[in-house]
């Protein structure tokens, strides 16, 4: 809508009125109270020290390796890779968690849960490829690695003595 031609808005369409510029919310900038000569120093330095127990309660948010240093490097690295490395399989072709589409559940609580079960999935299956790249497949099955089922086939019988007679016709 041009801004130096005025148009006609019909009062009666809410729609109209709302999508009027004058009916938008307008924010000012803020004034400045101070000029920059007076601006408290930590405003115009470039650097701070912050100490050991500067923080307080927030002291243990704190790093004891300076930020990318040889040091922070060769501590948070490989974590960084495993973590991207996990992300990457979960957001890629089998599982596609990054894709709404796959996600269909309504609230955040229900989104929670169901990214929670998805990562569980996953998981599972990361193990199990783990398992089957990993462990050797000539060796022979024995009995402790496959469930054991009963030997005679099930009755459902009851017991003698705990049934009940028959409903009288």
Known sequence: MPS??????????????????????????PQPDLKADQLPKICSQHTITVRKDDLGHLDKFRQDLAYLSSAWIGTYKSVRANTEGINGRLKGHDLDLGNAKNRLAHGRVAQTILIALLVTVANDHFLDQWRHIHEPHDEPVTLADTPQTPAQPFDDTPSAGQSRPPPTP
């Open 4 to 29: 130096g031609r005025p148009t006609a808005v019909d009062l009666t369409d809410a729609r109209q009125r709302a999508a009027h510029p004058a009916a938008k919310p307008r924010i000012l900038p």
